[in-house]
């Protein structure tokens, strides 16, 4: 059964926490994303990733943090130098041959600061 | 910073009826178009992409593209109440080295009347 998954589903945090939100995905995809949605507005990328053990910053980086150890897994540290954690997170992935390869997104980690 | 406009809504139909949603884009070399649906409290889904100017259907559903006035729309025949959810207009952005990002809009709310 092929597929992203992301865990928790439901995060809650007092402020000053580290969290780490987990991203899987068994597509054998090579880049991996993570986007953030407040209530009311689009999608807006955090960080990406193309090959293990490299990434990029997205929009909006600031407080955050990610590893690529390995190819099928891409996990977010939402740190305590992050001023507004309370979102919705997503994670996508896509595979890197082919120039319109689509994104795929799991299924969400709804985080909630305390 | 590039740009994606969608009139937020919400956007209420009869079922049936043909709904019409519009995305415009600031960046002129953008070459792929993405929507996605979103239901509430889930992750979007990609429903239709598409690359070149004119029309690409696919059952119910028609996207529509025009480059020259950096619009592109989506178009839901015979609409129907579980076509209600917020659409999301994505467009590539090139990053070099075959990477690309999406810039999404903030999505357009649609309710389809029973």
């Known amino acids: 059964d092929g597929g992203i998954t992301q865990s928790p589903k439901y995060l809650f945090r007092k402020e000053g926490q580290n969290v780490t939100l987990s991203c899987e995905q068994n597509?054998?995809?090579?880049?991996m994303y993570w986007y953030r949605q407040d209530p009311g507005q689009g999608l807006r990328l955090i960080y990406y990733s193309q090959i293990v053990n490299d990434f990029q910053k997205g929009d909006i980086a600031e407080g955050y943090s990610v590893s690529r150890e390995k190819k099928e897994s891409f996990p977010l540290t939402v740190t305590s130098a992050q001023k507004n954690p309370t979102a919705f997170y997503l994670c996508?992935?896509?595979?890197?041959?082919?120039?319109?390869?689509?994104?795929?997104f799991g299924p969400g980690t709804r985080l909630t600061v305390l | 910073q590039k740009e994606v406009e969608q009139n937020s809504g919400p956007l209420s139909v009869p079922e049936g009826a043909i709904a019409s949603l519009n995305c415009t884009y600031s960046d002129r070399v953008s070459q792929s178009f993405f929507w996605y649906r979103q239901y509430s409290g889930k992750s979007p889904e990609l429903i239709m992409s598409i690359y070149s100017n004119g029309d690409k259907e696919d059952g119910r559903f028609t996207a529509q593209l025009n480059k020259a006035s950096q619009y592109v729309s989506l178009l839901i025949r015979d609409s129907q109440p579980s076509d209600s959810a917020t659409y999301l207009c994505?467009?590539?952005?090139?990053?070099?080295?075959?990477?690309?990002?999406?810039?999404f809009g903030k999505g357009t709310k649609l309710s389809v009347i029973p």
């Open positions: 597509l054998n995809h090579d880049a």
């Open positions: 994505a467009v590539k952005r090139d990053s070099g080295a075959g990477s690309y990002q999406l810039t």
């Open positions: 996508a992935s896509r595979e890197l041959a082919g120039v319109n390869n689509e994104q795929f």
